[in-house]
Each structure stands twice: as structure tokens, then as C-alpha cells.
């Protein structure tokens, strides 16, 4: 089966400043995909960025980046220019490229931003 | 917006009472997926419908659980004889087919209290 670990419980960053969220995933899946959703408090959770593990290129979206690393199954999100309202539980998350293709969530790293 | 509908978003009810969340997914979406979420963890996977088929359960889902599609649009997930470990939020998320790993969209969730 496969597992999802985000090893950082929380973070903090000063606005304006960047962070990297850490993930790590274990398969023997070639064919899958890898997520970053993000809930804010009480509210609903969105995807943030995706990736294909077959593309070679690291996905962004605006501010948001990730450094895919296959071989070593690590997955870390890079905010960039943090703004106040990115503070929010992020989740990584892996789904199978197989059929009845299912998300597995990390627990979750707690990120803060202070002004 | 037609996003994920959740109802209802609170309940609280006494240990024992059967509970049933309803869910509408985005229209057209004909997988629709629940999760079990509890504070400060990641979602975990109860079950999942592709159109009105209820194609795979976890199990976590337990005896007490039981989750419909029955026409293949909007879901119910009952919970019966409550007990107080079931103090959760119910997630419910849908997306499509065609496009392997697409994007899953998620409810607000559905908080349920167990006194």
C-alpha cells in the first residue's frame, strides 16, 4: 500500500519570505500522480498544484512550486512571496495511475505566517 | 458556484443515534469519493461510486457505515449506533473520468459530534 509522510508538524514563515514544505511518498507504482491541497481553518480544501510523475518538469502554479525528485520519492512544496492568507494545513497526497484511483494524505504540515 | 454541496455541515448527536450526511457532487462528476477526517490528521478513504456502483470500501468502513449512489448523482453515508470514536468530519469529493488523475474536488465537510 502506499504510504504518504510529512515529517514537519508546522512551520512558520515572515511574510514575504519562503518556505518549503517537506514530503516524502513510497510506491511501486510507476504511473501516478502527487498533490499539494491546502485547508484553511474550517474551510473547504483545495488543490494548491499537481504533478504528473511521468513529466521530468517541476509543476508551479504562480507562487507555488514544487521539486519533484522521483528516485528519492520526495515531493516538497515552495511558497514564495508568503502572503497572510497562505497560512493553512497542507496536505501532500498521492493518487494511483491505476483505475479507482483513490487520494493518500500525509498528515498534514500546519503552515504559519507571521506579518 | 456548483461545487461539492455538503448537508449538513454540523450535527451533533448522542451516542447510539443513527446520522446521515448527504453529499451532491459537481454536476457530471460521476465518481464521488468520502473520507473520514479527524483534527489534525489528513483524510483517510471510506468508499467510492463510479455513477451509482459502489466500487471499493475501506476498512475503516465498518458495519455501523453504510454509504449510497443509488442514482448515480447525489450520495448518503449513515452512521448507526454512533459511538464516540466516530467524532469526525465526513468529507465528500467527486471528479471525472477520461482524464486519469484529474482533479478530486472537495466538500466543506460534514462535522459530526458524538456526545
Known amino acids: 500500500a502506499q504510504t504518504v509522510t510529512q515529517s514537519q508538524p508546522e512551520m512558520s514563515v515572515q511574510e514575504a519570505e519562503t518556505v518549503t514544505l517537506s514530503c516524502t511518498y513510497d510506491?511501486?507504482?510507476?504511473?501516478?500522480?502527487l498533490f499539494w491541497y491546502k485547508q484553511p481553518p474550517s474551510r473547504q480544501m483545495i488543490l494548491v498544484i499537481r504533478?504528473?510523475?511521468?513529466?521530468?518538469q517541476n509543476a508551479t502554479e504562480n507562487r507555488f512550486s514544487v521539486n519533484f525528485q522521483k528516485a528519492a520519492k520526495s515531493f516538497s512544496l515552495k511558497i514564495s512571496d508568503s502572503q497572510l492568507g497562505d497560512a493553512a494545513m497542507y496536505f501532500c497526497?498521492?493518487?494511483?495511475?491505476?483505475?479507482?484511483?483513490?487520494?493518500?494524505f500525509g498528515a498534514g504540515t500546519i503552515l504559519r505566517v507571521k506579518s | 458556484d456548483t461545487g461539492v454541496s455538503q448537508d449538513p455541515r454540523h450535527k451533533i448527536t448522542k451516542r447510539g443515534q443513527n446520522v446521515t450526511f448527504r453529499c451532491d457532487p459537481i454536476?457530471?462528476?460521476?465518481?464521488l469519493y468520502w473520507y473520514r477526517q479527524t483534527l489534525g490528521q489528513g483524510p483517510e478513504f471510506l468508499t467510492y461510486?463510479?455513477?451509482?456502483?459502489?466500487?471499493?470500501k475501506s476498512r475503516l468502513l465498518s458495519d455501523r457505515f453504510s454509504a449510497e449512489r443509488p442514482k448515480g448523482s447525489f450520495s448518503t453515508l449513515e452512521i448507526q449506533r454512533t459511538e464516540q470514536g466516530d467524532s469526525a468530519m465526513y468529507l465528500c469529493?467527486?471528479?471525472?473520468?477520461?482524464?486519469?488523475?484529474?482533479?478530486?474536488?472537495f466538500g466543506e465537510g460534514s462535522w459530526l459530534t458524538v456526545v
Open positions: 454536476s457530471e462528476h460521476n465518481r
Open positions: 497526497a498521492y493518487r494511483s495511475g491505476l483505475p479507482g484511483n483513490k487520494l493518500v
Open positions: 504533478q504528473e510523475a511521468y513529466k521530468q
Open positions: 510506491t511501486s507504482e510507476s504511473d501516478y500522480y
Open positions: 469529493a467527486s471528479s471525472v473520468t477520461g482524464v486519469s488523475g484529474n482533479t478530486i474536488y
Open positions: 461510486f463510479q455513477n451509482e456502483a459502489q466500487l471499493e
